[in-house]
């Protein structure tokens, strides 16, 4: 395919993703957004009230970063994992392939559309964290890329998964069982400084702790983890991503079944 026939694939698939975004809103970006409400009234206000200040800040300030990018983080993947598998079923994938459009191509689209289902939800909840605390950015230029490597990340991960399913259900196993605790154990609601040394070694095995720790430097300046390491950790676990991603669609996995 020439660079103007691969052009136009992906810009028909960027917009298909992003129309059926907007299409959906009431599904794709209000239920995450009260979601993240509730979080703020309970941990934020109630909990918060209590908890006092961490490294100088109000605690529902200091979750914020957390909450914001959990959001981009699981709705990213959502987006992805279920808009390719669906992709997949109803026989969509192989009719690009037959196209013929590049596996690259292809993966980029659906990457795409979960980088702006993220962004959507992500600047709904900082709206809504408006009403709680007041924002402030410190490194507005860490903020914007640590959200894109966690959005593109989140949604290569996404990918492999509606790679590997077979049906409906085994798009909500990992987000349910992995990702979930993944988000919930990474530093979102508390610094790993509070940890004992045991468990903030467990702690550092998480990927998710390095994105979220980037975040909250962009937002406060403050970051339990070197921003240098937490950047290259996050360059590892993308190119790992987009190998693996690039050669299930070169084998056809899970597609020419």
Known sequence: MSIEGALIA??????????????????????????????????????????????????????????????????????????????????????MIVAPTP??????????????RGAMVGAVVMTIALFFTTLSIAHAGVLFMTGLFAAVIFSLAGF???????????????????????????????????????WRALSELNPILYLINAFRYGFIGYTDIPLGFAFAMAGVFLVALVWLNLYLMRRGYGIRN
């Open 160 to 198: 492999a998964n509606a790679c590997f399913a077979r049906k409906f259900d085994d798009i909500s196993i990992i987000p349910t069982f992995v990702l979930t605790p993944l988000t919930y154990l990474g530093g979102v609601f508390y610094s790993t400084e509070m940890l004992p040394p045991f």
């Open 103 to 116: 596996p690259a191509v292809i993966l980029a689209g659906f990457v795409f559309g979960g980088v702006v």
């Open 10 to 95: 992906l810009w028909t698939i960027v917009r298909k993703e992003t129309l059926r975004i907007l299409r959906i809103w009431v599904q794709t970006v209000v239920p995450p957004g009260i979601t993240m409400a509730l979080y703020f009234v309970i941990f934020g206000k109630l909990i918060g009230s209590r908890v006092g200040e961490i490294h100088g800040v109000s605690y529902v300030t200091f979750i914020t970063p957390g909450l914001v990018l959990m959001a981009i983080i699981t709705n990213a993947y959502a987006n992805v994992s279920s808009s390719f598998f669906s992709a997949k079923f109803q026989k969509n994938v192989e009719e």
